[in-house]
């Protein structure tokens, strides 16, 4: 007994590393910056490491502190990897947090994530 399982726990540790590795969409950069002072953007983007499933991901753009969002026109860019946002209006002074969510279109993990910025 104890031989078949000393095997079984050699063979899982041989075998593990051939097992496919996932990895989830990651932010590489965004527009405004984290953290960032801006003036008023016209456009607010966040980029990923790899292609996203475009009915599963999306921004929403929130003053700091408040559950209301502001009213934003979000789609994914051309070549998948970019999430942009439209505002529908100048934003108005304050702090403001990007809120995004991402579907990876190669196993569709989702992951999500928030980034702060101010405009001045």
Known sequence: MRKSLT???????VLAPSAPVFAHAKVVSSTPAANATIATPKQISVTFN??????FSKVEVSMAGMKMNMPVKSSVSADGKTIVAIPRGALPKGGYVINWSAAAADDGHHT???IPFKIK
Do not use: N
């Not at 095997?7 to 540790?13: E, H, K, Q």
């Not at 790899?50 to 009915?55: C, G, M, W, Y």
């Open 112 to 114: 999500s994530g928030s």
């Open 50 to 55: 790899e292609k996203l499933v475009p009915a």
């Open 7 to 13: 095997i079984l726990a050699l063979a899982a540790v």
